[in-house]
């Protein structure tokens, strides 16, 4: 009995570990959480479709507050958020922003290949195609040119995968430095942007829509 104990002790305590937050590695995920958030999706919410959700947050709390699929526990509620938030990406996957050495910054001239992983991108109807040396000076120049943009593309800082701009949350005043100096720091959810915000000393954490044109023009 003693012994079953300590065994039951320490699966809560691994447990804990694998799903305490949501910044898993992949094989944990193929492992562990996907299976699991799989079998939860088939056999009790397989109407449940994460295409509907803007963010990974969202879709987390309202299975969580709203029971959408039925009560879970919170371990089972992030296996399935993240099975199916990943799911989701997985199919509309956005390709890296890739540039060449003759590309530039429209904004302040500096030339791009120097810096991949803070390259953020817009794309008019006409098939323009403007790529920067990071967010600020993205958002400079989308504030003056915002008629007939078709996407706006940005990069997460941890993942470097790409992201939709406008669905994206953005860190300001941190320790981290961009190519030209301050900057503002791109995430997928809000709570790594959060996590990111506490260990560097940033101020304050906004969604695109939240973003305005005197906002970064302070950020020098």
């Given at each position: 009995m003693h012994t079953?104990?300590?065994?039951?002790?320490?699966?809560?305590?691994?447990?804990?570990?694998l799903f305490g937050n949501s910044s898993y590695s992949q094989a944990i995920k193929e492992k562990k959480i996907y299976p699991m958030g799989k079998l939860i999706h088939t056999k009790h919410c397989a109407a449940l479709d994460a295409k509907k959700y803007?963010?990974?947050?969202?879709?987390?709390?309202?299975?969580?507050?709203?029971?959408?699929?039925?009560?879970?526990?919170?371990k089972h509620s992030e296996a399935l958020a993240i099975y199916l938030w990943d799911k989701k990406n997985s199919v509309e996957d956005i390709p890296?922003?890739?540039v060449t050495k003759e590309d530039k910054c429209p904004v302040c001239g500096m030339y791009l290949h120097y810096y991949p992983n803070w390259v953020a991108r817009i794309t008019y109807s006409k098939e323009e195609v403007y790529s920067f040396d990071g967010i600020k000076d993205m958002l400079k120049f989308y504030f003056n040119n915002e008629k007939g943009i078709k996407s706006v593309w940005?990069?997460?800082?941890?993942?470097?995968?790409?992201?939709?701009?406008?669905k994206a949350f953005y860190v300001i005043g941190s320790d981290v430095l961009g190519p030209m100096g301050n900057e503002l720091i791109a995430f997928a959810t809000l709570k790594s942007a959060k996590n990111f915000s506490l260990e560097h000393k940033g101020k304050k954490v906004f969604p695109f829509n939240k973003l305005t044109e005197k906002m970064v023009r302070s950020i020098e």
């Open positions: 079953f104990k300590i065994i039951f002790i320490l699966s809560t305590f691994v447990s804990s570990l803007g963010n990974y947050d969202v879709l987390l709390r309202d299975i969580q507050e709203k029971h959408i699929c039925s009560k879970l526990s919170a890296k922003i890739t940005v990069q997460d800082y941890y993942t470097l995968r790409t992201l939709d701009a406008k």
